[in-house]
């Protein structure tokens, strides 16, 4: 490891930054390096503003993949380096906003319903019935699971926090068949070596195989079952603060996104339209 990259690790461990961001922005800045085969602490904002353009134009990457890439760059210029000005000329993307796909009660009943596996079908239970990230689902404990209190406990989820999410009796009655089968120790739901968690990728293959099994055309992945979670709150009544706290949510305005999804309120909502007079002699023929 070179001293630049050290002392960038270093800036990023000082600050609490999780071990995946960490990797993600020595990738990057590795990456820049490579990409115009000099040391990094050599180039300047001309060559940051090349780098992103190729990434956009060339790469065709998304704005996500930008908006992480230039956050990279900036790090290591204004904290590694001490220069500000380097990257803070450079724009900061716009990305689009879409609103995320969500499967209605009777589609998530068929997409849990759809693995025979009692582990995966376990997995995919808890992560919907809790609301989980795909890394706290992979990471539970089997202490996590407080039947005392009936809830799920999340150690050190994202921004590193603690939370608590409520445990579903109709859930527990699944893992404790769960566990009477498997005796799972330490790890709810271990991956090939028993004492070590079940990998993301892992969990990711087993969405993939509830999808295909289900038979569901809509695009499906393990954050859509948080989603779905969400959605499925807000339609039956609950406010939208209990809904930021069992998400983990630091901003009210990222919980608040659901508003946009939940269709109770828009059934429930009449169109102007409905409300218009028809013409005299009746409504026109299409």
Known sequence: MTPLRRRMTEDLILRNRSPKTIRAYIGWVAEFARYFNASPDGLGPEHVRSYLLHLVQERQASWNIYKQ?????????????????????????????????????????????????????????TAYAGGLRLSEVARLRVEDID????????????????????????????????????????????????????????????????????????????????????????????????????????????TARYLHIATAALKSTRSPFDKLEPPPGGEAQP
């Not at 796909?101 to 079908?121: C, G, I, T, W, Y």
């Not at 939370?163 to 109709?170: A, F, G, W, Y």
């Open 69 to 125: 890439a230039r956050l990279a760059l900036q790090f290591f210029y204004s904290v590694t380096l001490g220069r500000d000005s380097v990257v803070a000329q450079i724009a900061r993307p716009k990305a689009p906003k879409k609103l995320p796909v969500v499967l209605s009660q009777d589609e998530m009943a068929r997409f849990l319903d759809a693995l025979q596996n009692p582990k995966h079908r376990a997995l995919l239970m």
């Open 147 to 254: 039947s005392a209190r009936m809830v799920i406990h999340i150690r050190q989820a994202k921004g590193h926090k603690d939370r608590d999410v409520m445990l579903s009796p109709r859930l527990l009655a699944v893992l404790r068949e769960y566990w009477t089968t498997y005796r799972p120790r330490p790890y709810l739901f271990p991956g090939r070596q028993p004492d070590r968690p079940i990998s993301l990728r892992t969990v990711q293959m087993v969405c993939e195989r509830a999808l295909a099994a289900s038979g569901l055309k809509k695009h499906v992945h393990m954050h859509t079952l948080r989603h779905s979670f969400a959605t499925h709150l807000l339609e039956s009544g609950t406010d939208l603060r209990t809904i930021q706290v069992l998400l983990g949510h630091h901003s009210f305005s990222t």
